[in-house]
């Protein structure tokens, strides 16, 4: 989801205070708030599909996954990642976590400059990190950068299964993207279509 500029400085106890009461999400980067922006049905339903699958495999499981509401504390910078799942949870905070293992973020035109720097940058220095995901909206892929390969990224589309080596998932690129509408989806449904008619 967007970030709209920055609002004003206020500290991390008046932000984190502040975010309980708010109707708007906010992130708090160097002491600056933005506010966060609705995202489109693409971007819900990768994220949606990301985190159900997520959650059907870590049923049974010490791990857990979230959804875009629960923030992520990296340092004294808070982000609210579209899905992340956390095991060895180490803050005893009711609505921040400091230990995800996987970070997941669905790429949108507003949002890719920070997902794909700042937030990169900042996201690789959470010792808890195994995975870091990027994934585009607007076209098919994925890409996964793992701690285990120097976060070098590898990217996967329409046809490649994605290992998320964190929680011992194999999932196919098209699951991901289940009922999303963009233009490489709507050709791989019609070559789909066309073969098995």
């Not at 790429?107 to 940058?121: E, P, Y």
């Amino acid at each position: 989801m967007a970030s709209n500029p920055q609002l004003n400085f206020i500290s991390e106890q008046d932000y984190l205070a502040g975010e309980l009461i708010s109707t708007v999400k906010h992130e708090y980067i160097n002491g600056d708030v933005y506010a966060m922006a609705g995202a489109s049905k693409n971007h819900d339903k990768i994220a949606g599909n990301i985190f159900a699958k997520f959650h059907l495999h870590l049923e049974k499981t010490a791990c857990t996954p979230f959804f875009s509401d629960v923030k992520i504390k990296v340092e004294n910078d808070y982000f609210y990642p579209d899905v992340m799942v956390v095991c060895d949870e180490l803050s005893d905070h009711d609505y921040y976590t400091e230990s995800p293992i996987i970070i997941v973020e669905v790429l949108s035109k507003a949002t890719r400059k920070m997902d794909q720097t700042l937030k990169r940058q900042t996201y690789q220095h959470l010792p808890s990190l195994q995975e870091y995901v990027l994934i585009e909206q607007d076209l098919v892929d994925v890409e996964l950068c793992r701690r285990a390969n120097h976060w070098q990224p590898e990217h996967y589309y329409l046809g490649d299964t994605v290992y998320f080596a964190a929680i011992d998932l194999y999932l196919p690129v098209e699951a991901i993207y289940a009922r999303v509408a963009n233009p490489d989806m709507q050709d791989f449904a019609a070559r789909h279509h066309h073969e098995s008619t």
